[in-house]
């Protein structure tokens, strides 16, 4: 709780989410995580997926209860809705680990979701609370009343204090330590410790929650509003997810049809990637969301901050159970195309790469070249050999003076001339045929 002994503020909400960055800092690899921040097309997705396509979805559900005249519903808690779904994306590597999902995917794309969101978020969410829609009495507002030139410094500081310096730090320690790190990080099971440390940030923020009487000042009608629209959300978004990165309709690879669909087959993820992407825009949660509405409503009550982040609180409840869920039907899914890609290989040569001494393995490429210059070799030998066996056959007029003939041309000739000699018809017959 805030203000309370541990000073959740400073310990939980800046210690306990570092910890959290830098842990996976420790775990990922640094290649794969540059490679991924090479693929544009996914950031594309994932962000537009995130930031967009959610507050579209949000914003129109919103406009509909607004708009069927409801008392029972809180509007703070509407605002606590839209301002949920603008959220970057918050920690989600866990559960992409768990279903065989692209880690570092999921990490870059928290990266880049937060640092975009610093700038997005506020922007949407001025965009999305108009006070000529009604809105003027939960606009954004940081502490001492600044507005969104506050709200960005404020931003800008938590964010590369929480997230961007434990991850850089995370990922200098394991470059330059990698035996140590490795040791340790399977020694003190540091997976097992950022999933600890997740269910503390929730736990501190269901604290605040109750400590300040956000469920006492909000209707039972707004939880249970909040409950099952965060079931729908998880599984339209999700599905959404799939077509966007999938694109079943386009049809399977080697499919014959129209070039459109060819085109379509060809921007397709992996399913370890859109995987990612499921987990990564589905996930709106308190780790960065809790620090994002102190920082954005840092000018109104505690009671009216707890109000406006207990839709996030109540969907990442949600979110976390169905992604727990999800995470069984996931992995098999991947693991089925896994198995499909073994299948395939299975029936192709042996991949040249491969060491001989590797179980199953064949030649190295320099190997193979070696071999091959040698039987090039043999064949030019041979053929120079015919040659002289022809040159032999014209060569020699009568067969008294065969062998001398024969000598004359060199040892290797001999053999097969005496043998034309005492077998004249089918030597000088197969000659004549070259």
């Not at 949920?84 to 990490?107: C, D, F, K, R, Y």
């Not at 108009?130 to 940081?142: C, E, M, S, T, Y």
């Not at 269910?199 to 501190?204: D, G, K, R, T």
């Not at 709106?284 to 009216?304: C, Q």
Request: glycine share 8%; with cysteine; aromatic share 10%.
């Amino acid at each position: 709780m805030r203000d309370g002994p541990l000073k959740a503020q400073y310990t939980i909400e800046w210690g306990g989410i570092g910890l959290i960055f830098l842990i996976t800092g420790l775990s990922i690899s640094t290649e794969a995580l540059v490679k991924q921040a090479k693929n544009y097309r996914l950031h594309l997705v994932t962000q537009i997926l995130s930031f967009l396509v959610f507050s579209a979805v949000v914003c129109a559900i919103v406009a509909i209860i607004r708009a069927s005249g409801t008392h029972k519903i809180d509007t703070t808690v509407l605002a606590g809705l839209i301002l949920m779904s603008i959220l970057p994306t918050t920690v989600n590597i866990v559960v992409t680990q768990n279903a065989g999902g692209n880690v570092e995917a999921a990490t870059i794309e928290v990266c880049i979701g937060n640092t975009v969101g610093t700038f997005i978020t506020p922007l949407l969410l001025s965009m999305y609370l108009q006070k000529r829609d009604g809105w003027g009495f939960i606009l954004p507002k940081a502490q001492g009343g600044d507005g969104l030139i506050a709200i960005y410094k404020h931003m800008a500081q938590q964010l590369s204090a929480i997230l961007f310096a434990p991850l850089i730090v995370g990922q200098f320690v394991q470059n330059f330590c990698m035996a140590w790190t490795k040791y340790w990080r399977e020694r003190l099971h540091l997976n097992i410790v950022g999933q600890v440390l997740l269910l503390i940030v929730i736990w501190s923020t269901f604290c605040n929650k109750f400590a300040s009487g956000a469920f006492k000042a909000i209707t039972h009608q707004s939880v249970i509003l909040i409950c099952f629209l965060g079931v729908a959300l998880y599984a339209v978004l999700t599905g959404l997810c799939l077509l966007a990165t999938r694109v079943p309709f386009a049809g399977q690879d080697g499919d014959k049809g129209p070039r459109w669909k060819a085109i379509l087959r060809n921007q397709r993820f992996g399913k370890r990637e859109s995987a990612a992407v499921c987990f990564c825009v589905t996930a709106k949660g308190l780790v960065l969301g809790a620090p994002l509405v102190s920082i954005m409503y840092g000018g109104y009550s505690l009671e009216t901050q707890a109000i406006m982040s207990t839709p996030i609180a109540l969907y990442q409840t949600t979110q976390i159970l169905l992604a727990q869920l999800s995470v069984g039907l996931f992995k098999c899914w991947i693991e089925a195309e896994e198995e499909d890609d073994r299948d395939t290989l299975s029936h192709q040569p042996p991949d040249l790469e491969q060491n001989l001494d590797e179980p199953g393995g064949v030649l190295k490429n320099l190997e193979v070249y070696d071999c091959l210059m040698v039987m090039f070799e043999d064949v030019l030998y041979n053929i120079e050999f015919l040659c002289y066996l022809r040159a032999a056959s014209r060569a020699i007029g009568d067969h008294s003076t065969i062998p001398h003939r024969a000598l004359e041309m060199g040892p290797s000739v001999t053999p097969f001339v005496l043998y034309d000699f005492a077998h004249p018809f089918p030597m000088n017959h197969w000659l004549s045929e070259l």
